[in-house]
């Protein structure tokens, strides 16, 4: 009672520390540089945890949050990230930084990759490697949806709204964007209607 604090009043205190922590603009290019860096195959694991864990810019909350609003946006959703991170921290500059930070790496490598396997994709091997690459990056995703889903601990309902999309597009082969513009405004009321009750 007197002074001592729960583990979760801890744990709020935490978050809100990391929600208002500044971040710097050398920071912000040279975060998302490592994340483009080392996001071969599917960025969003190494976006994480570059952003949530080591550098602790946001939580595992806001992280899951911008992550999916720029998943319902146009483009690349770790772009969308870039640009919501780099706006919140530094304005347009710290976007423009994010941005050119995140590409430049990839950029360079997917150029000189492209020579290398222009010149041996004919081989076999190459070809094994590349299907053994794209298995690794798919275990990469999955490792970081259990990952996030384990520390936001979602209720029934949003694990519900999550399934059906699965559902709806990975079993059904329903088309995405239908599915996509239906479960928007459905979550969002849904979510409306929880935090109500």
């Not at 040279?30 to 599917?42: M, P």
């Not at 991170?85 to 995140?102: K, M, N, W």
Request: aromatic letters at 6%; glycine letters at 10%; proline letters at 5%.
């Amino acid at each position: 009672m007197g002074g001592t604090m729960t583990d979760s009043e801890d744990t709020a205190g935490d978050e809100s520390e990391v929600a208002s922590r500044a971040v710097s603009k050398s920071e912000l290019f040279f975060g998302f540089l490592k994340i483009g860096l080392l996001g071969f195959g599917g960025i969003a694991p190494w976006a994480r945890r570059v952003i949530v864990e080591e550098r602790q810019w946001v939580t595992d909350k806001e992280f899951a949050a911008i992550l999916g609003v720029g998943q319902i946006l146009p483009g690349p959703h770790t772009m969308n990230a870039a640009v919501m991170l780099g706006d919140r921290f530094q304005g347009v500059t710290g976007v423009l930084l994010c941005l050119v930070g995140q590409m430049v790496m990839p950029l360079v490598i997917v150029t000189s990759l492209a020579v290398v396997y222009q010149r041996f994709a004919s081989i076999p091997e190459v070809r094994a490697a590349l299907i053994g690459a794209a298995a690794g990056a798919a275990g990469l995703v999955l490792g970081t949806a259990l990952k996030m889903t384990q520390k936001i601990k979602p209720s029934r309902l949003a694990l519900v709204v999550a399934a059906i999309p699965f559902v709806a597009i990975g079993l059904l082969d329903w088309p995405l964007v239908p599915v996509v513009v239906t479960m928007v405004p459905l979550s969002v009321a849904l979510a409306a209607v929880e935090r109500r009750a």
